[in-house]
């Protein structure tokens, strides 16, 4: 065994990491499948570089990249809006890997330091942040360095290098939240956090198209942005080219930038160690605590009413307005929805068939996407499926329950919109509400007849446990969304969308009779 | 309540059933009413597969099932309303309260509104959880848990209580109580089938005792009749079990 790897040093323990994190990832995908996915994986990376990154190279080749304000300001966003992303993923995996229990326990408990756990923990995490971005750029840096110059390969250490201190960021924000919030309410603000600055440069984006045409304060920032561009803020031999210059292959702004990645996380991960012990602790007793109530006494019990599908409704409305991390989790899809509505409402503006057209469309897919997340914690994320199996409540009135505590929460979050859109436009209102009502029927129909069993914790891997259902699953709000939209146009083409949509429900109870 | 009078409380007509391998062989069984039935065995011997077909949570491949005279494959509704289940991972919802739990259950068994918070507040005194009873389950200790879930198997009166390894991880003050819960229930007049692979659990409370292997009936008696099967020296059920069950399988 090499001292690399000898048991309880990093390497060994990464290496643990990455095998645990590598078996999760292909859990769901067995011999065959697996080699089938890893071909079509290895193909597109030799499309994308064939097709795209070689020609891309070529085209460099024959140019000569200078480095010029707007291309260092260019790779300046681009490298901000990927740390943004990797600081979001690395705050909302920083926060799992306080909770989630795994081998946390067989780790503190063993002679290992807090701080080598939390060192490997936090590599494992900056592993899983740069791997979607080495992928994406694979096929344009290798490209670039076999037909330019080999200089480009200075991304990966870029990218790795953000991804560090991108990680050294998240960690410390969770860990500072914790330290603010405690571990009860830091596990949803972390992922509202982590949500709202993954979604933060789209949302910014939007500040533009949201202010008042030609004046306001969206505008301005982006004039003062300007400004300071024109005025030298981007020249070459400031500091804001630093990055720019290491990306292109320097060596001592490269080294410099990798260096300072590497130095914020070892620093934030030797300071946070003992600390990650503490907390990982707490997190692990906010299970253990159980809500109280106010004591009652003695007094006799209340309750005890309601037919067998109505304490199944209650039940499953309880556990639900229960969890509010499962919940903002839920709700929290919906935050992405929110820049598609601005640049739709803003497009639209003026034109008020278009505006209702497009409130109809989204009202439509959302009530889809919201049923369909509710429907498949009401069915599939049953913590005790035997108690109901084994009462005498038969399938089809257990399933119907379940659908309408599905159905009930999300009618007073679409009531708001096609109210508003009744008001714009009666027909859109009542498009709005039709389409709303299939596309509910629908997503509830489709997750009892394709359960996906899995515990509610587990709610955002399980909910795409498989892909097939799950795109049927957008395809048929889609379908619902587009006939709804022309219906609230008064369009006859309507009926298309609706039979596709309809079409595609048929064939999805088909596959559930077969199966 | 549909229930044939002086029928057995379960009887089971060869009942079979396969999954990579036979579970249940073609097993014939009865339990009478009013006592309390140990079925022993070795792990995979077909014991909770059996109880799982009973409680219809399992189909079987072939074979009937009577609970109280009612033939549960053609009406499971009546039957699982005579039965309570209670398996040995507690089925509880951690964000539920013991109370809440148990009217969810006594609704989900369409028990009388008014019996079933008199049966609540009884049982969640007897089993010392009326104190905790506006906690979240979340909190509880496993035999906490336990109790939750026996209090819910209870609630909606049964008259055939089926339970797999009820003691298993209870300490011995709640293993009594839970015990005690199990003997009041035999002398009132329910029906109660356990499984244990706590020998000593089965040699004091049982009636009779069954012992299955590869999904047949070994032997079945009372600890007398078992011991007498077993031969001379034979003097605890634990001997009377190694003897019958082959060592290398036994518990």
């Known amino acids: ?515 | 309540m549909i229930e044939a009078s002086g029928a057995p409380a379960l009887e089971l007509r060869g009942l079979y059933k396969t999954f990579a391998r036979v579970a249940v062989d073609r097993l014939d069984l009865t339990v009478r009413a009013g006592e309390l039935y140990a079925l022993l065995g070795p792990n995979g011997a077909g014991k909770t597969t059996t109880l799982r077909m009973v409680t219809g949570l399992l189909k079987p491949d072939e074979g009937g099932i009577r609970v109280f005279g009612v033939d549960a494959r053609a009406d499971p509704s009546a039957a699982k309303r005579m039965i309570a289940w209670l398996p040995d991972e507690p089925m509880l919802y951690d964000k539920l309260t013991p109370v809440e739990y148990l009217e969810f259950v006594a609704g989900l068994w369409g028990a009388d509104p008014d019996r079933a918070r008199a049966n609540a507040e009884t049982l969640l005194k007897r089993l010392q959880l009326w104190e905790h009873r506006d906690e979240r389950c979340e909190g509880f200790s496993r035999g906490m848990k336990q109790k939750a879930a026996l209090a819910g198997a209870l609630v909606h009166d049964p008259k055939l209580l089926i339970l797999d390894e009820p003691l298993t991880g209870l300490d011995a003050g709640i293993a009594r109580q839970v015990k005690d819960l199990l003997q009041e229930r035999v002398r009132g007049g329910d029906t109660v089938i356990l499984t244990t692979h706590i020998l000593e659990v089965a040699e004091r409370l049982a009636n009779r005792i069954g012992i299955i292997q590869h999904g047949r009936l070994l032997a079945e008696g009372t600890l007398g009749e078992l011991q007498a099967q077993a031969g001379e020296g034979r003097s605890t059920l634990e001997d009377v079990f190694l003897e019958l069950v082959a060592p290398s399988e036994a518990l």
């Open chain 1, 1 to 515: 065994m090499s001292v690399l790897a000898a048991p309880g040093s990093i390497p060994w323990l990464l290496r643990h990491e990455i095998r645990l994190g590598w078996r999760g990832i292909w859990s769901s995908q067995k011999g065959k499948a697996r080699r089938v996915w890893f071909g079509v994986l290895a193909l597109v990376v030799v499309v994308a570089a064939f097709s795209v990154g070689v020609p891309f190279a070529l085209f460099l080749s024959r140019i000569d990249v200078a480095l010029s304000p707007p291309l260092i300001a260019g790779i300046d966003l681009g490298l901000a809006i990927i740390a943004s992303l990797m600081i979001a993923q690395g705050l909302n995996s920083a926060t799992l890997a306080l909770y989630e229990r795994r081998d946390l326990d067989l780790l503190l408990s063993s002679p290992i330091s807090a701080t080598r756990v939390l060192t490997v923990r936090a590599l494992a995490i900056a592993l899983g942040s740069v791997a979607l971005f080495v992928g994406l750029a694979t096929p344009f840096v290798v490209s670039l360095a076999v037909f330019g110059d080999p200089r480009w390969l200075a991304a990966y250490p870029v990218l790795m290098a953000l991804a560090l201190a991108s990680t050294a960021v998240g960690l410390a924000i969770a860990m500072g939240l914790f330290a603010v919030l405690g571990a009860r309410r830091t596990r949803i603000v972390a992922q509202i956090l982590a949500a709202l600055i993954g979604a933060g440069f789209f949302l910014l984006s939007q500040v533009g198209n949201l202010a008042p045409r030609g004046e306001g304060r969206g505008r301005a920032w982006l004039e003062r942005g300007q400004a300071w561009a024109a005025s030298g803020g981007f020249d070459p031999d400031t500091p804001a080219a630093w990055p720019a210059r290491a990306l292109l292959g320097e060596p001592l702004p490269l080294l410099l930038f990798t260096a300072a990645g590497v130095a914020l996380f070892a620093g934030v991960t030797a300071l946070l160690g003992r600390k990650f012990a503490g907390d990982a602790a707490a997190a692990a007793g906010i299970g253990g605590g159980g809500r109280k109530r106010r004591a009652r006494g003695d007094a006799a019990l209340g309750g005890f009413t309601g037919g067998s599908g109505g304490v199944l409704v209650r039940k499953e409305l309880k556990l639900l307005a229960r969890d509010p991390y499962l919940m903002s989790q839920v709700l929290m899809q919906l935050l992405y929805l929110i820049p598609l509505a601005f640049v739709i409402w803003r497009n639209a503006f003026g034109n008020a068939d278009a505006t209702a057209a497009a409130g109809t469309a989204g009202v439509v897919f959302l009530t889809s996407q919201l049923v369909g997340n509710l429907a498949w914690i009401t069915v599939s994320a049953e913590d005790a499926p035997d108690l109901i199996a084994a009462s005498p409540l038969n399938k089809r009135q257990a399933d119907r329950a379940k659908a309408t505590a599905a159905l009930l929460p999300v009618i007073p979050v679409i009531a708001v919109p096609i109210l508003g859109l009744l008001v714009l436009s009666p027909i859109a209102g009542l498009a709005a509400a039709a389409g709303a009502a299939a596309a509910a029927v629908s997503s509830a129909s489709i997750n009892i007849w394709h359960q996906r069993p899995g515990r509610r914790q587990d709610f955002r891997k399980s909910r795409r446990s498989s892909w097939l259902v799950s795109l049927a699953e957008t395809g048929v709000a889609f379908a619902w969304s587009s006939a709804a939209a022309l219906l609230a146009l008064l369009q006859p083409w309507w009926v298309i969308p609706a039979c596709v949509g309809a079409g595609l429900v048929v064939l999805l109870r088909r596959g559930e009779a077969r199966a």
